[in-house]
């Protein structure tokens, strides 16, 4: 099954964006860009081949030349039914020869190529044996801002997206917890985000008591009770955008200090998204949340970063990390998810998708960030 | 959700696995092999990465050293937990850190390693930055047969992946066809591969009347008719071992020439799997099976190789194809499915998995493979 459904644009949304991506690149001082099957070649072109097998599938993009996609002549028929491929030509190979000489003759011999981050290793060893001439750096690493300003209509679907999933914790606030496994619940977020319009479900965690110390635990099969806390982590696509949001729940009433720990991450989770402007630095949303949860006496305790962009996957760059001087951008779209974790005994995480306007952020995802109490 | 269950070994089978692979790398002339999240890193250790991100998870293995398993922070919890964790040692990085100067402190600083061929892109390249007196090459290329050849365990697990399939076809030959869409059938394959104990589904192919001619096509909203050959293609992984099966049956009663095309491509089948023995080489196969076609005029209307390997992945080395010299071996499985694609009618495939004996080959799947007629 070849998963999402694809987005709505036509060939003339897709040429403008292998025009813009030719001149990033000419501007990156690259010769070129080979994209391989993923959320890049989604973008470019809509296409997914259908399914990731060892056979070359990649787009070469050059400054001042067509757009030419390498297929294998098998998936030719599918290719050229992409929403893209009236935006570019197909070049099609057999079983049983070269891809990578059939790439070759479509490069210079030298330069410097952006290859898709994901690439396959064995595809970009071929293509470093039939143009040795040349060079290659990571699609991300070079280009790191291609896909991450969205426009209106990527801004509509991403806020869709996030309505679904905001319409998903609406439901399972109101789904039995104390009894149940963290799987069971994680079915119901599966089902909720189907039920809103996912066509893809990326993720459903479920970390309950002493697993929400695990920022990457997603479901077990350990029995919620009352008295926990529940870190609920969930997403995936809609209509080819993607949608990612966190509330930690309690069952039953609170601690005092498991109520003070959420109102610490709530409030840090605040002062990252006032920290979101146009112009200012990925990492100032990083500290500005950090920073009240350092103030707090538990920096140590919050254990990722705050945040990672967010479109047709559900994670990629920009990250707000300490370090990232990437400017702000409106149209950027990205998590803000400070979060504590309390080895052993149970952690908070709160995260909203914000897209930065003129004016500051705007969250994408508005449900109650108070604690909300469930049975 | 990480996906499949993992397949029922212990570490020490595990640790079995790694030892083997080690020293083919040293007999292949190799320093090392590095292995990246994928279907090598669950044959050598069991572990899947709760998602596949630009986040560095590889596996280090070399002749004469403990394994090691390069991890992000954050995932060291889940890869602790892995059914071959007790048979190599974590070492893990954190966000901000450098994850291939990490790797590089564990290689020899010269020497040729192999890399799993679906390694992302961004890796090789940052290993190949920080040891630039290194080289790679692809796992497959270098050791295609690593995982080619199943022992008693897996032999057992692969036939029962394939009784399970076959389960499958004896209950979609009793569903209606006529009148109901490719993807509607589509949806009872996956749901009676998942009733017979699959827990992921790679493909589900209902390629109707003309849509039989694209070898590829997957599932569409075509309305099946009276009159049609149908050509179902379905697969996944059970207990962690795949299956991969293909019959191809009529609605109603069909003409002389469909008899006739099916008759032929069931021969050639027959043909292909007599060729299997120990010490011949995959080509032959491929040979046998297209000879038969060929004879009969039809040649130029076999447009894909004969069959491909198949294990904890649907799709894999060895290839039955012209070229392919590598001499089958009991223990090796692979598919053997030769077809007949006639543009804008439709098109006939069969295809069993069959596993190299000392006597022969062994088909894994046993459905009837006489044109079945459904409603």
Known sequence: MTGTAP?????????????RAARAAADAGLAGL??????????????TPPAATERLTLLVLAPGRAPVLVVPTLEAPDAARAPGAGALS????????DPYAATAALLDVSGRFGISDNAWAMHLLGLQRVLPGTSHVSLTEALPMLRAVKD?????????AGAAADATFEEIRKVPFAGRTESEVGADLAGLLRRFGHSQVDFTIVASGPNGANPHHEVGDRVIERGDMVVLDFGGLKDGYGSDTSRTVHVGEPTDEERRVHDLVREAQEAGFRAVQPGAACQEVDRAARAVIEAAGYGEYFIHRTGHGIGVTTHEPPYMIEGERQPL????????????YLPGRF?????????????????????????????
Do not use: H, Q
């Open 7 to 19: 987005a709505p644009f036509t060939a003339d949304d897709y040429r403008a964006r292998m025009d």
């Open 34 to 47: 080979l994209v391989a099957p993923g959320p890049d070649l989604v973008w470019l072109t809509g296409y």
């Open 90 to 97: 197909l070049r099609d190979w057999t079983d049983g020869k």
């Open 152 to 160: 209106a209509a990527e801004l509509d679907l991403m806020a869709a």
């Open 329 to 340: 951008v409106p149209g950027m779209c990205f998590s803000v998810e400070p979060g504590v």
């Open 347 to 375: 952690g908070v995480r709160i995260e909203d998708i914000v897209t930065v306007t003129e004016d500051g952020g705007r969250r994408l995802n508005t449900t109650d960030r108070e604690m909300v109490i469930v049975d």
